[in-house]
């Protein structure tokens, strides 16, 4: 069993940066791919961007592409989001997700492909 516990959300103007944490619990954390997701008001859940177990191989869903940074700290059991150049569209729930796998270059883009989740950190951008 793994617990994610999201934090760093708040509210931030247009332009600004914001920088989410998920602690995870346990000692096997660096078995898990991470991945962050999002979900704005009305609309599906949708991925944001993943690392896998060594902290390589990160997508990044194009609409946050080179202004989101995913990293991981496999000693801290923590994975992070650096959310730069921030836009009102940005605004939602942020979930961090945990997916075992022994495939150490393995990471996923896709929800149900994931084990645990956090039960979320709400961003808001405003105009």
């Known amino acids: 069993q793994v617990q994610l516990v999201e934090s760093g959300g708040g509210l931030v103007q247009a332009g600004g940066s914001l920088r989410l944490s998920c602690a995870a619990s346990g000692r096997t954390f660096s078995s898990y791919a991470m991945g962050w997701f999002r979900q704005a008001p009305g609309k599906e859940r949708e991925f944001v961007a993943a690392?896998?177990?060594?902290?390589?191989?990160?997508p990044y869903a194009d609409s946050v592409k080179a202004r989101f940074t995913i990293s991981r700290d496999n000693a801290k059991n923590t994975v992070y989001l650096q959310m730069n150049s921030l836009k009102p569209e940005d605004t939602a729930v942020y979930y961090c997700a945990a997916k075992y796998t022994p495939i150490t270059t393995m990471s996923s883009l896709i929800p149900s492909e994931y084990d645990y989740w956090g039960q979320g950190t709400q961003v808001t951008v405003s105009s």
């Open positions: 690392i896998n177990r060594s902290g390589g191989r990160s």
